[in-house]
């Protein structure tokens, strides 16, 4: 479960983020939309602790991410925006060693990195180095580490960037089974298509403000368009104009 | 602490994989530092050895007309062998360098010696050709030593002591020992060694802060339930490691290279024994820690591979320069100078190369001020990993 109120953040002169609220409960996927350089990427920054906000707060499960980031990294997931894993070692390896990293026990390590190696497919090129991977396999690698401790939330910024149609279907498969368990999903986009096909709600953030938060029916009931493409154009005007 | 651990192992592994860093850590300074610097040593002073053993043939124009003198060079293991044509034709032969040396004995050469006012040879050499040089040097010496002994005769002959001709006899007194003179020699291997030490890691600090940021490995690496002091520390560990390695890589492949110098010909026992290998590894083992926080600091401030490796080669060269003003104006050991990072370093290896006992205080204050240096240095590192402003 994240909550997140009202963070503002300023990088030097240009305010990127001004007063996000919005809530992504456990067994939902929650869908933050808007257009490049909306502010998705600052807040996804904030909620695992890369990044301070200014002002307001922001909670994974309860814990304070700037009081307590490290408790708050424990319950995280993280998926960054163009994540890179290391060439020289395998698919294999990279995961290892995030397990290491977040502490599991070292006899248990096995047994889940052999798990998460099953649920994302990655068998086929698990102990190939990852210096030729293409974007979808490093995309799989890159969200099975960040998964490899078993995190209640999982923040995923724009993970389906450069992945063909088949690695986007199974990430959208992974998507609806960490729903189905029960985590706290978290993903941002610009694709309308794919958070309207996905997502429980939807938050469309358009300079640096939320525009919308609700259901996808909702959203399309309030703007008053039945086409959410419509409702996502008008939503952003609506904002950017006050 | 385990998290330290295994930052540290991974680096290591990562590190060993890469070839391209490997080769440069581990071949390109430990290996061809040393064996690069003993072949141009064991050329220098195979030269300098052979050219005055060796039978000089000297060219003379009208040798006819001084047989006596012929003789002497003869004595001197100088031959001597038809000349030029002519003096015009000695001196393009010395420009262009078909002869090194031609003696031009002129045609009245014998009649001023008999005469005994003094008689006139020429020696035509290109001084600024080195070999050249050393050759005509040689004649020149031959011919003042007849000279004298010419002399010496003449003033028998008129019953004087030619004693008379030598007021003041100087006798040199050398105090160095065959350790010392070495010592010159090897001085510059201390930059050798500091150099394949910093090399080692190079690759690993840059990969572990630039590398990084710019795979995008650094901001889901951030985002993990560790604290960034500790995967700082890891990283600068392993790089210390490959440091270590390299700096001991290089200390034994100059250890095998000395045996392949001739140094007993020159009168020179250069002072590197095993445990002498050992003591200048931990007398320069403070430059792991410094080194490493040094090119970590360094790459984690540049935005790119490119960018940190353009400014950690000029790292590589900080170094020398305080060696360098020191081998310039020969300054001895002082107190003050164990303050200053690889020039400590480097006084205390010339020492122990020419077999001087080392001033321990010397030793605990450089030891010490460049382990703080590094120390602080380090922090400071730590530090620049909390800022948000690391992933650029």
Known sequence: ?242 | MRTLATVFVKEVVDNFRDRRALMSALIFGPLFGPIFFAFIINLSIERSLSNAEQTLDLAVIGAERAPNLVAFLASRNIDVVDGPADRQAALEAAKTGEHNVVLIVPERFAEQLAGATPARLEVVSDQANTEADGEARRVRNAIQEYSRQLAGLRLTARGISPLLLRPINVDDVDVSTSSGRAGILLGMMSYFFIFSLLMGGMYLAIDSTAGERERGSLEPLLSLPVTRDQLMLGKIAATCMFMALSLSLSLVTFFFALKFMPFEELGMTPNFSPSVVLSAFLVLSPMILLGAAVMTLVASFTKSYKEAQTWLSVVLLAPTMPILIVSILTLRPRFEFMFVPSLSQHLLLVDMIKNEPLVPVHVAVSVLSTLAVGAILTVICARLYRREGLLG
């Open chain 1, 1 to 242: 479960m994240i909550r997140v109120e009202d963070i503002h953040k300023s990088f030097g002169s240009v305010h990127a983020v001004r007063g996000v609220s919005f809530e992504a409960p456990d067994g939902k996927i929650t869908g933050l939309l808007g257009p490049n350089g909306a502010g998705k990427s600052t807040t996804l920054r904030v909620l695992y602790t890369v990044l301070k906000p200014d002002r307001g707060r922001a909670e994974i499960d309860g814990v304070d991410v700037v009081a307590d980031g490290l408790a708050a990294r424990g319950r995280i997931g993280a998926l960054p925006h163009g994540a890179g894993l290391y060439p020289q070692l395998t698919a294999r390896e990279n995961i290892v060693y995030y397990a290491r990293l977040c502490g599991l026990e070292r006899d248990g390590i096995e047994e889940r990195v052999e798990r998460i190696v099953d649920l994302l497919e990655i068998g086929d090129f698990a102990d190939r180095r990852s210096k030729g991977f293409s974007q979808g396999q490093r995309t799989k690698v890159a969200l099975a580490r960040s998964l490899v401790h078993d995190p209640q939330n999982v923040i995923l910024d724009e993970p389906s960037n450069g992945l063909d149609v088949m690695a986007t279907r199974s990430l959208r498969d992974l998507i609806l089974k960490l729903r189905d368990s029960g985590r706290c999903v978290l993903f941002s986009s610009h694709v309308m298509q794919e958070v309207a096909a996905l997502c429980d709600d939807i938050v469309i953030i358009a300079n640096g403000k939320v525009a919308i938060d609700d259901t996808a029916e909702g959203i399309r009931k309030r703007t008053g368009c039945d086409d959410l493409e419509d409702a996502f154009v008008h939503a952003i005007a609506r904002v950017e104009s006050g």
